[in-house]
T-cell receptor, first 113, second 114 residues
Framework: DQQVKQNSPSLSVQEGRISILNCDYT??????FLWYKKYPAEGPTFLIS?????DKNEDGRFTVFLNKSAKHLSLHIVPSQPGDSAVYFC????????????FGKGTKLSVKP | DTGVSQDPRHKITKRGQNVTFRCDPI?????LYWYRQTLGQGPEFLTY????????KSRLLSDRFSAERPKGSFSTLEIQRTEQGDSAMYLC????????????FGPGTRLTVT
């Protein structure tokens, strides 16, 4: 059973517009949530994280929103740029001393010029 | 470049052969993680080290998989008697002990078992 779900396998957005990537989770014990970006043939690149005690974190063009009651988080990219085209993974930390991450299946974002 | 490095980037092997991958973490990171990613999936956690101690290995996929980090710096992941189902991207990540949620990944080793 998937604990982290990204239900949209792909998303296409026009350059300059907002990209919204969504993620749902089932485990209320997750203490951190993260977004990674991945280009083909490369490892995932850390983008932004949010603690479970917060509802928003912003870093430049990237903002992550967390809705704990709905067990939902989203990544907003404004404005979207063609270089943002990649696969975006949502991940959650199980907390405790272990710290391993649980990933969703990813959403492929295409930003068209 | 002070990021996570992995070697080799690609490995093609025949079924039944043993393979070993190396990971060099970010130097000040004492946590090191191994993940596997198959097509269409996100990375799947395998094992992790704190310094030289392997603190979780129950999620290694079978007893053919083993990992070491003998001096608390680089790590190796070995797969014995490879099977076609082992074909995947093997990813290494590292983090600080008090920021385990902020893991930095290497470029991965793509394994193809023929």
């Amino acid at each position: 059973d998937q604990q982290v779900k990204q239900n949209s396998p792909s998303l296409s957005v026009q350059e300059g517009r907002i990209s919204i990537l969504n993620c749902d989770y089932t485990n209320s014990m997750f203490d951190y949530f993260l977004w990674y970006k991945k280009y083909p043939a490369e490892g995932p690149t850390f983008l932004i994280s949010i603690s479970s005690i917060k509802d928003k974190n912003e870093d430049g063009r990237f903002t992550v929103f967390l809705n704990k009651s709905a067990k939902h988080l989203s990544l907003h990219i404004v404005p979207s740029q063609p270089g943002d085209s990649a696969v975006y993974f949502c991940a959650a930390s199980e907390g405790g001393s272990q710290g391993n991450l649980i990933f969703g299946k990813g959403t492929k974002l295409s930003v068209k010029p | 470049d002070t990021g996570v490095s992995q070697d080799p980037r690609h490995k093609i092997t025949k079924r039944g052969q043993n393979v070993t991958f190396r990971c060099d973490p970010i130097s000040e990171h004492n946590r090191l993680y191994w993940y596997r990613q198959t097509l269409g999936q996100g990375p799947e956690f395998l094992t992790y080290f704190q310094n030289e101690a392997q603190l979780e290995k129950s999620r290694l996929l079978s007893d053919r998989f083993s990992a070491e980090r003998p001096k608390g710096s680089f790590s190796t992941l070995e797969i014995q008697r490879t099977e076609q189902g082992d074909s995947a991207m093997y990813l290494c990540a590292s983090s600080l002990e008090d920021r385990t949620y902020e893991q930095y990944f290497g470029p991965g080793t793509r394994l193809t078992v023929t």
